[in-house]
């Protein structure tokens, strides 16, 4: 009598979702900032702007002067922002920034927006990570709960309004609302100092 041949188990490929979409070094910077957020920063008592930014600039962040980022503000990847003069990201507002994000002066982030850096190739069966550089113009405000969607950039003294979801770049000076947000009115240009008006 033959002894059974046994039947070879085959091993499955490995899954290309599971792989890391960042390199360990990231990883690791963001591990570090995450309990520094958590210990630190979240911690901070409102009024110190000036500490939340010196521990943004410890990690990275490049911030002009006066900017006003609240203790619940998220920011993903502080090497990756970079922020003129007077800007302001209210609590509850997140920055999710693979890619660097530029807020030029005075630009203003509500609370609980989102400005999302990163979507994934769902046609691709790994479905890769990519990331896009993003842009807020000086006097922009993205209002309460308004989205800005990946690769999309805010022009000069655009507004998107509340809950609204910016699919395309801003046009300066329009009101924008909806989902997807729509030019709805045009922003007075004298509603920001002349040399931001061009």
Same mark, same amino acid.
């Given at each position: 009598?033959?002894?059974?041949? *046994?039947?070879?188990?085959?091993?499955?490929?490995?899954?290309?979702?599971?792989?890391?979409?960042?390199?360990?070094?990231? %990883?690791?910077?963001?591990?570090?900032?995450?309990?520094?957020?958590?210990?630190?920063?979240?911690?901070?008592?409102?009024?110190?702007?000036? $500490?939340? #930014?010196?521990?943004? %600039?410890?990690?990275?962040? %490049?911030?002009?002067?006066?900017?006003?980022?609240?203790?619940?503000?998220?920011? $993903?990847?502080? $090497?990756?922002?970079?922020?003129?003069?007077?800007?302001?990201?209210?609590?509850? *507002?997140?920055?999710?920034?693979?890619?660097?994000?530029?807020?030029?002066?005075? #630009?203003?982030?509500?609370?609980?927006?989102?400005?999302?850096? *990163?979507?994934?190739?769902?046609?691709?069966?790994? /479905?890769?990570?990519?990331?896009?550089?993003? %842009?807020?113009?000086?006097?922009? $405000?993205?209002? #309460?709960?308004?989205?800005?969607?990946?690769?999309?950039?805010?022009? !000069?003294?655009?507004?998107?309004?509340?809950?609204?979801?910016? !699919?395309?770049?801003?046009?300066? /000076?329009?009101?924008? #609302?909806?989902?997807? *947000?729509?030019?709805?009115?045009?922003?007075?240009?004298?509603?920001?100092?002349?040399?931001?008006?061009?």
């Amino acid at each position: 009598m033959t002894a059974p041949t *046994a039947t070879p188990i085959s091993v499955p490929p490995e899954d290309p979702t599971l792989r890391p979409s960042f390199s360990l070094r990231n %990883r690791a910077m963001r591990a570090l900032w995450s309990a520094a957020y958590a210990l630190l920063f979240r911690l901070s008592p409102r009024p110190c702007h000036a $500490w939340r #930014a010196g521990l943004l %600039r410890l990690f990275g962040a %490049r911030l002009g002067d006066k900017c006003h980022i609240y203790p619940k503000a998220r920011i $993903w990847a502080p $090497w990756n922002l970079v922020c003129e003069d007077r800007v302001s990201i209210a609590d509850d *507002a997140e920055v999710y920034n693979p890619s660097p994000c530029v807020m030029e002066s005075h #630009a203003i982030v509500s609370q609980n927006a989102y400005l999302c850096g *990163a979507t994934h190739l769902y046609n691709d069966p790994a /479905f890769p990570l990519v990331s896009f550089p993003m %842009r807020l113009g000086a006097y922009s $405000w993205i209002c #309460a709960r308004a989205i800005v969607s990946p690769g999309v950039n805010v022009a !000069t003294g655009a507004i998107l309004a509340i809950a609204s979801v910016a !699919t395309k770049d801003l046009e300066p /000076f329009g009101i924008y #609302a909806g989902m997807p *947000a729509r030019k709805v009115k045009e922003r007075e240009r004298t509603a920001v100092p002349e040399p931001y008006r061009s």
